[in-house]
């Protein structure tokens, strides 16, 4: 069973330009989350996904970043514009249903220069 | 908001040794997962805990469910090499339905 895709890997951009990560969820996985971990930090919520209801973006700096996952399978998370305190490790994760455990990909490592 | 403490911050071991570390919490939490994070990877889900008292193993790991439901404990035993990362917790509690994360114990293995 393939685990969760993130795209891309690595991304490196000036700040005050836009950027967007992608992830496709583990075939099946109805809750989706999108996290961000800053270095030597545990991963912090930025937004869950129940289908493709957001259920929860309480944490969402909503003045910069959006996200969506249209068709309630893959989602996208944007930032725009980006600034130099959003350099971080962005993970997205999914499970079966909320009260499951959640599994991760491997992240798309931001840097803002 | 929940926070979460773990302990130790960082570890040195020999290899072959058992390793322990915890997860404390403010809160009464109803489910604890276990995470290992390896340099440039996501974190990989080790063991899931649901009910206080609960004992469960995945090799050489092994994780407990305090009685208290306010902490976890990991312990490793017999480590390798390949031990070597970041161990997270994260746990949930009655009222929410996001997991919040500690901020890690780090485990480095000497040969």
């Known amino acids: 069973e393939a685990g969760v895709v993130q795209s891309p890997r690595y991304k490196i951009i000036e700040k005050k330009q836009p950027v967007a990560f992608w992830c496709n969820p583990i075939?099946?996985?109805?809750?989706l989350y999108w996290y961000r971990q800053n270095l030597g930090q545990g991963p912090e919520l930025l937004i869950r996904y129940e289908n493709e209801e957001a259920v929860d973006d309480s944490q969402l700096p909503k003045d910069r970043f959006s996200a969506e996952r249209l068709k309630g399978v893959d989602s996208t998370l944007k930032i725009q514009p980006a600034e130099l305190g959003d350099s971080a490790v962005y993970l997205c994760?999914?499970?079966?249903?909320?009260?499951?455990?959640?599994?991760f990909g491997q992240g798309t490592r931001l840097t803002v220069v | 908001g929940q926070q979460l403490n773990q302990s130790p911050q960082s570890m040195f071991i020999q290899e072959g040794e058992d390793v322990s570390m915890n997860c404390t919490s403010s809160s009464i939490f109803n489910t604890w997962l276990w995470y290992k994070q390896e340099p440039g990877e996501g974190p990989v889900l080790l063991i899931a805990?649901?009910?206080?008292?609960e004992l469960t193993s995945n090799g050489r790991l092994t994780a407990q469910f305090g009685i208290t439901r306010k902490d976890s404990f990991l312990n490793i035993s017999a480590s390798i090499p390949s031990d070597v990362g970041i161990y997270f917790c994260a746990g949930r509690d009655n009222y929410g339905q996001n997991f919040v994360f500690g901020p890690g114990t780090r485990l480095s293995v000497l040969p």
């Open positions: 075939s099946g996985h109805n809750t």
């Open positions: 805990l649901y009910k206080a008292g």
């Open positions: 994760a999914s499970s079966p249903e909320v009260d499951f455990e959640a599994f």
